[in-house]
C-alpha cells in the first residue's frame, strides 16, 4: 500500500512538472486589499473582540506562521514598511506598486496609469508571449492600475470575460459563474473565483508572470463587518498556502518562481478601521512577504522598507536592470 501511495504521487508529480516548460525565473504576485498588519502579524483586534467568538479569536494567518514566514522574508511590522503613494486609497497605491513610485492619482477616479508599469516593461523588454503574462482582479479598478495599454495583456479583470478556445474549460467556467454569483458590492466579482481562476492558469500554463488581486477584505472592512473581514483573512491565509504548494508541486517551473504577497494599503485603528483615506495608520501597517527563487530565508525583518521598491525587486529577479531599489534579503546567485 505504502509503494503504491509513493507511486501515485510520484506520477501525479511528474505530470504537473511534465506540463511546465521552464523559459527562466518567473514572478507570482498576490495582492490582498486594505490588510491591516495588527490582524497579519498579530491576529483578530482585542478591540474588536466582543464581534469574533471566542474560539475564533487570535491568529489569523496560521497556516503562513507555521509553515512558510520563514521561508522568505516578512516585512512590516513595528510599522517599518510603507506604502509609495500619498494617499491610502487602493487605485492610488496599485499604480504606485506598479511603477516603482507615488503618481499624481489621488483617489479611484483617476483614470489610466499614464507611464509604463511593471507589467509594461516585462512584456516589453523580455518579449513575453501572450500567454506568459496574466493578470486575474476581483475589483474592476484594477485596469486603471496594471498598465498603461491594458489592450496589450491578458487581463481577467471583473467584469470583462475573455473568450479564448485555448484557456481550459475550468476558467471558462468561472468566469461565467462568478458574474451570476455577484458579492453585495459592486464593482468586482467574488474573490473565491478571480483565486481559483488564477491557480487553474499557474498549474495549466505556468506563466512567467502571474499577478491575482483579491478584494473582499476592503470591501467587509468598509462595510463594518469584522467578522466578514476576519473571515476573508482566513480564507487568504489558505490561498496563500495553496500558492506555495502549487508552485512546489510544479517542480522546476517552481523553484524557479518568486513569490511577493502584500497589500495596498491598511486601515484606520480602533472605530476608525472602516476607513483608511489619509489615516495614517494606513500608509504604515502594511506587509509584505516574499519567498521562492532569490529570496533569503530569515522570517521577520523589521528593514525600513517600502512598496516603491516592489517594482525594482520584480525587475531586478526577472533578470532586468532594477530601475530603484530592490527589496533586503533578495539576491539572485
Ligand atoms: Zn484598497
Given at each position: 500500500m505504502k509503494l503504491l501511495c509513493v507511486l501515485i504521487l510520484f506520477a501525479v508529480n511528474f505530470s504537473a512538472q511534465a506540463t511546465c516548460v521552464v523559459k527562466g525565473p518567473n514572478v507570482v504576485m498576490l495582492t490582498l486589499d486594505g490588510v491591516r498588519n495588527q490582524e497579519f502579524f498579530r491576529g483578530t483586534d482585542?478591540?474588536?473582540?466582543?464581534?469574533?467568538?471566542?474560539?475564533?479569536?487570535?491568529?489569523i494567518f496560521k497556516k503562513f506562521w507555521k509553515d512558510h514566514a520563514q521561508n522568505g522574508v516578512v516585512l512590516g511590522h513595528k510599522e517599518s514598511h510603507t506604502i509609495a503613494s500619498q494617499v491610502a486609497i487602493s487605485l492610488p497605491s496599485y499604480q504606485a506598486i506598479m511603477t516603482g513610485h507615488a503618481t499624481d492619482c489621488r483617489n479611484n477616479s483617476c483614470g489610466q496609469v499614464k507611464e509604463d508599469t511593471i507589467f509594461d516593461r516585462l512584456q516589453k523588454e523580455l518579449k513575453l508571449s501572450e500567454k506568459d503574462l496574466a493578470i486575474f482582479a476581483?475589483?474592476?479598478?484594477?485596469?486603471?492600475?496594471?498598465?498603461?495599454?491594458?489592450?496589450?495583456?491578458?487581463?481577467?479583470?471583473?467584469p470583462d470575460t475573455v473568450k479564448s478556445e485555448s484557456l481550459p474549460k475550468e476558467i471558462l467556467e468561472l468566469?461565467?459563474?462568478?458574474?451570476?454569483d455577484l458579492p453585495a458590492w459592486k464593482e468586482s466579482r467574488k474573490d473565491h473565483y478571480t483565486f481559483e481562476m488564477g491557480i487553474n492558469y499557474l498549474e495549466k500554463f505556468c506563466p512567467r508572470v502571474l499577478y491575482i488581486s483579491l478584494v473582499d477584505s476592503d470591501e467587509f472592512g468598509n462595510a463594518n463587518d469584522y467578522p466578514g473581514y476576519i473571515n476573508s483573512l482566513k480564507i487568504y491565509d489558505?490561498?496563500?498556502d495553496r500558492l506555495i504548494s502549487t508552485l512546489e508541486k510544479l517542480g522546476a517551473y517552481g523553484e524557479q518562481t518568486s513569490?511577493?504577497?502584500t497589500t495596498d494599503h491598511?486601515?484606520?485603528?480602533?472605530?476608525?478601521?472602516?476607513?483608511?483615506?489619509?489615516?495614517?495608520?494606513?500608509?504604515?501597517?502594511?506587509?509584505?512577504f516574499a519567498t521562492g527563487r532569490g529570496i533569503k530565508k530569515v522570517g521577520k525583518e523589521k528593514a525600513k522598507t517600502s512598496h516603491s521598491q516592489i517594482k525594482p525587486t520584480i525587475e531586478y529577479l526577472m533578470g532586468l536592470k532594477p530601475k530603484g531599489e530592490v527589496l533586503p534579503f533578495v539576491e539572485v546567485k
Open positions: 482585542s478591540f474588536h473582540r466582543r464581534k469574533i467568538a471566542r474560539p475564533q479569536r487570535g491568529s476581483s475589483w474592476q479598478g484594477m485596469k486603471f492600475s496594471v498598465s498603461k495599454l491594458p489592450q496589450d495583456h491578458q487581463l481577467f479583470i471583473y468566469q461565467e459563474k462568478a458574474m451570476s489558505d490561498y496563500i513569490l511577493i504577497v491598511s486601515r484606520g485603528e480602533a472605530l476608525r478601521w472602516t476607513s483608511h483615506g489619509y489615516d495614517d495608520n494606513a500608509n504604515k501597517n502594511v506587509f509584505l
